[in-house]
């Protein structure tokens, strides 16, 4: 079964400076996604950045990029310029090609500092 | 806003009844899931369904059921209740299966309180 593992559970930053959350997964197969899902006190959860398994190429979203090792199991997120609307709790989520549920590591709470 | 409804937003209730809550999928989603999160906890995923049909089932209790309605709306069923089972519930929903990409867009979530 595949499992996805947040080893940070808190984290802080400055504002403006960079972050980086990680995060690292465990599957056999070679067909998936990635993504990172951003919850902030209002519980919603929202959409930060998707990486396709297939692809070589790190995704990046505005100040949001992720550096995708395949080899290493490693997904991790990197926040630039930090805000403080950025201060939330991160999730790091599998789905395989061929399953219908995502997987969500236990997550990673982010404090912003002014 | 994702355009998937959960209702009710808040649900308070006693050890050993039963609840019923909703979802309401985004406009030409056929699919929906349910997940559940305890107290600071990651997402667990429960049952999916799409088209009316159940096509994936994850940690899902005995005790909790669930159905698609021809209007694809759902209904996650929780009987029996623990204290255990106090936790935020999501729905979420996505225009098809999984042999491609697509996004889950997830709904604000129903907070259930088992006192």
């Known amino acids: 079964a595949q499992t996805v593992t947040q080893s940070q559970p808190e984290m802080s930053v400055q504002e403006a400076e960079t972050v980086t959350l990680s995060c690292t997964y465990d599957t056999s197969e070679s067909d998936y996604y990635l993504f990172w899902y951003k919850q902030p006190p209002s519980r919603q959860m929202i959409l930060v950045i998707r990486?396709?398994?297939?692809?070589?190429q790190n995704a990046t979203e505005n100040r949001f990029s992720v550096n995708f090792q395949k080899a290493a199991k490693s997904f991790s997120l990197k926040i630039s310029d930090s805000q403080l609307g950025d201060a939330a709790m991160y999730f790091c989520?599998?789905?395989?090609?061929?399953?219908?549920?995502?997987?969500f590591g236990a997550g990673t709470r982010l404090t912003v500092k002014p | 806003d994702s355009g998937v409804t959960q209702t009710p937003k808040h649900l308070i209730t006693a050890t050993g009844q039963r609840v019923t809550l909703r979802c309401s999928p985004r406009?030409?989603?056929?699919?929906v899931y349910w997940y559940q999160q305890s107290l600071d906890q990651g997402l667990q995923f429960l049952i999916q369904?799409?088209?009316?049909?159940?096509?994936a089932k994850g940690n899902i209790l005995e005790r909790f059921s669930a159905q698609q309605f021809p209007d694809l709306h759902s209904e996650l069923n929780l009987s029996s209740l623990e204290l255990g089972d106090s936790a935020l519930y999501f729905c979420?929903?996505?225009?098809?299966?999984?042999?491609?990409?697509?996004?889950?867009?997830f709904g604000p979530g129903t907070r259930l309180t088992v006192l």
């Open positions: 406009s030409g989603d056929l699919s």
């Open positions: 369904y799409y088209n009316g049909e159940e096509r």
């Open positions: 990486q396709e398994a297939y692809k070589q």
């Open positions: 989520a599998y789905r395989s090609e061929n399953n219908n549920d995502m997987r």
């Open positions: 979420a929903s996505s225009v098809g299966l999984a042999e491609y990409y697509n996004e889950q867009f």
